[in-house]
């Protein structure tokens, strides 16, 4: 065979493999898959009639090929913007931007927002008449969140000269007051009168109690008091006589009555005007009988206690360094400690507040305690420069807690579980004049005056228990009889008794006792301890009192010849009874 048909048979097999090899290794069009721009060609698959075309294709080669990359959010969102501005590229695109561009309102002689109800909102640009309360409400929330002037003046037009009181199905009056909120956010005090006034002519039976509470708070914030004070009298007036008070028409106004006061309080106190804002705590006196017969809860209502007695304690303490003129406002006379206001109202209005609430009201009202002295004899007793406040019971009955409670401190009074530890009179000031501890026990003169709600508080020793000599009990009985007799600051004596086991011999003799000797103007009251270790009391109650221990109490009181006195129920555990307490502890401050 010559060596030239050698050489074109070697030709010929050599080009047949190249052709074999390049088509198992050319990849099928989905297989191909690009990271990036530069990224190299993934094969996904070799099909069997490839693998068989050569033999130097191995699955190990196969499988040695590189496994497909899973993208992460970054890589993902870069490559969508890459295909988005690849798309915007092209001719197409350019087409379709020039065609909404000669949509534009500048194309066609318009400028944005200059036509009468024209708005710069992307949402709602324009309001007709065939536009929904969605759609203007909107345009409000959007205008006032942005406070777009120009906005809120059209769509006051809008709602006040372009439509009637039928846009909306109804609904243009409460479009009103949001109107006028969203303007007095805006400093507009005009045109939130403006759109008040016609809310009130032409929507008055349509006006919903919380929209007028609203428009209150508003007024407020822009110091137009006599226009709030117009507002919540005329719109939240309470119901008439004879008029249900406990329909959901009467609860709605009630409580935003009730909450829009609230508001009035709270800004008053904060802006440092006392004699308006005790005014207004009056009125909430006043209504909080009402609020009881209408039903309303303590969650149904949501009054902000604390805010009140922050806003009180606050004017108070401005008060105190004698930066308010008190002599403004002459017609309403302020109590020793204007937190004290805000107390009278939270006493009448349905109870459950929480203990940050007592806590701040603890707070506000004790500012600074010391002990002074053990008074054995009358001869003892401290200078009768400020009213008193007087906790007798017997031993383990649990007075020296309940002080401790009362004042908001931990170790005031010491508490023992030993019965009869106090044995002498322990004699408590609050709101002393600052360093007068220092004065007591060290005899520095110590410059300054005492505050205006200063009190004693008297822990006197537990009869029954107390292991002294029946010479020294009697003692503490003729102590006991001349000071409730004669002491002439003496205000309120608190009598503990345990409202597990009721009255015992010696709780009736200390009725009988304060029957016959107790000086007349003093408040006597029961109050029953420990009420949370009530073997009844059932889970998640503060703590009660059983209907046997309660008759036999009434019993005991009405031998004694003290049926009319006040019975508290209180816990030092729960704090039950705090309030209360503090609503007789009000007489001492204040004489």
């Not at 927002?113 to 007709?128: F, H, I, Q, R, W």
């Not at 009103?176 to 956010?185: E, I, P």
């Not at 600051?489 to 009736?508: M, Q």
């Amino acid at each position: 065979m010559s060596s030239s048909y050698i050489s074109k048979s070697s030709f010929v097999v050599t080009t047949a493999l190249l052709l074999v090899t390049a088509s198992a290794f050319t990849p099928q069009r989905n297989s191909l898959q690009r990271i990036g721009n530069n990224a190299p060609p993934i094969f996904s698959t070799v099909t069997r009639s490839d693998a068989s075309s050569d033999a130097s294709v191995s699955s190990k080669d196969v499988a040695a090929a590189p496994e497909q990359k899973k993208l992460s959010r970054p890589e993902r969102k870069a490559l969508e913007r890459e295909q988005k501005q690849n798309r915007y590229s092209n001719s197409n695109s350019k087409r379709y931007r020039q065609r909404r561009k000669h949509q534009t309102p500048a194309a066609n002689g318009e400028k944005k927002g200059e036509g009468p109800y024209d708005l710069n909102s992307n949402a709602v640009k324009k309001l007709t008449k065939e536009s929904t309360a969605d759609d203007v409400l909107r345009a409000i929330k959007r205008a006032q969140n942005m406070h777009d002037h120009h906005d809120i003046r059209h769509i006051e037009n809008f709602l006040i000269d372009e439509v009637d009181e039928h846009f909306a199905y109804g609904y243009r009056g409460s479009l009103l007051s949001r109107l006028a909120v969203a303007a007095l956010h805006m400093e507009d005090v005009d045109m939130a009168l403006k759109a008040i006034e016609t809310r009130h002519t032409e929507h008055r039976s349509t006006m919903l109690p919380l929209e007028s509470a609203a428009i209150v708070r508003g007024l407020l914030r822009m110091h137009k008091v006599s226009d709030a004070i117009n507002v919540l009298d005329d719109e939240l007036s309470l119901p008439l006589p004879g008029t249900p008070v406990d329909t959901p028409e009467s609860q709605e106004k009630i409580k935003h009555r009730v909450l829009a006061m609230a508001s009035m309080i709270s800004r008053h106190f904060f802006e440092f005007e006392p004699h308006l804002a005790v005014k207004f705590c009056q009125k909430l006196v006043e209504i909080g009988p009402l609020v009881h017969e209408s039903g309303l809860t303590t969650d149904t209502l949501g009054m902000p206690w604390l805010r009140l007695i922050q806003g009180a304690a606050k004017c108070e303490s401005e008060r105190r360094a004698e930066r308010i003129n008190e002599e403004e406002h002459g017609d309403v006379e302020l109590p020793c400690n204007l937190v004290y206001s805000v107390l009278d109202a939270m006493s009448v209005f349905p109870s459950g507040n929480s203990d940050e609430v007592y806590e701040a009201l603890s707070n506000a009202l004790v500012r600074r305690t010391i002990f002074v002295d053990g008074v054995v004899n009358i001869g003892g007793l401290p200078e009768a420069d400020r009213g008193e406040v007087v906790f007798i019971g017997r031993s383990n009955v649990g007075k020296s807690s309940l002080v401790n409670m009362v004042t908001n401190r931990k170790s005031l009074a010491y508490t023992s579980k030993r019965p009869g530890k106090t044995q002498q009179f322990n004699y408590f000031a609050v709101n002393d004049k600052p360093e007068k501890e220092r004065e007591i026990k060290y005899g520095d003169e110590i410059e300054g005056e005492k505050d205006k709600d200063s009190f004693y508080i008297v822990d006197f020793p537990g009869f029954g228990f107390a292991q002294v000599p029946q010479q020294q009990r009697q003692k503490w009985v003729e102590f006991t009889n001349e000071y409730i007799s004669k002491r002439e600051n003496l205000k309120v004596v608190f009598h503990l008794v345990d409202a597990r086991h009721g009255p015992t011999s010696e709780d009736e003799k200390i009725m009988k006792q304060m029957s016959e000797n107790l000086r007349k103007g003093v408040t006597y009251a029961i109050v029953l301890t420990k009420a949370d270790k009530n073997g009844k009391n059932k889970e998640g109650k503060k703590g009660q009192v059983s209907k046997k221990v309660m008759e036999k109490l009434r019993q005991s009181m009405s031998q004694a010849k003290v049926g009319d006195s006040p019975v508290i129920l209180t816990s030092s555990e729960t704090k039950l009874g705090r309030d209360d307490i503090w609503r007789y502890l009000k007489h001492a401050a204040q004489s």
